[in-house]
């Protein structure tokens, strides 16, 4: 069974970074795409990002792009969510997810089998 276990969230003021990280354990890693979702309050949740296995693809959300940076180290089992210049609209859990076929999407997000807990990312004015 894969465990999905992310860290990095917390407070930041608008215009500053975080780096999320996911850390996965108990399949094989290196073959699964890998993304990001984010669910604000009172929100349905949404897609972030996601890369494929090789780490070559990357896909982003429109809101995000030019800010976010997903990336992952198949040799530390881990995928990256590096964001910069973050606004308020940012507040939201955000989910690190898994898939043995598809890379995550909004389309699948339904489907995907493998999520983390979440960690919960606040963005201050």
């Known amino acids: 069974q894969v465990q999905l276990v992310e860290s990095g969230g917390g407070l930041v003021q608008a215009g500053g970074s975080l780096r999320l990280s996911c850390a996965a354990s108990?399949?094989?890693?290196?073959?699964?795409?890998m993304g990001w979702f984010r669910q604000a309050p009172g929100k349905e949740r949404e897609f972030v990002a996601a890369?494929?296995?090789?780490?070559?693809?990357?896909y982003y959300a429109n809101s995000v792009k030019g800010r976010f940076t997903i990336s992952r180290d198949n040799a530390k089992n881990t995928v990256y969510l590096q964001m910069n210049s973050l606004k308020p609209d940012d507040t939201a859990v955000y989910y690190c997810?898994?898939?043995?076929?598809?890379?995550?999407?909004?389309?699948?997000?339904?489907?995907?089998?493998?999520w983390g807990k979440g960690t919960l990312v606040t963005v201050s004015s």
């Open positions: 997810a898994a898939d043995r076929l598809r890379i995550p999407s909004a389309q699948n997000m339904g489907i995907i089998d493998y």
């Open positions: 108990g399949g094989t890693f290196s073959t699964y795409p």
């Open positions: 890369i494929m296995y090789a780490g070559g693809s990357a």
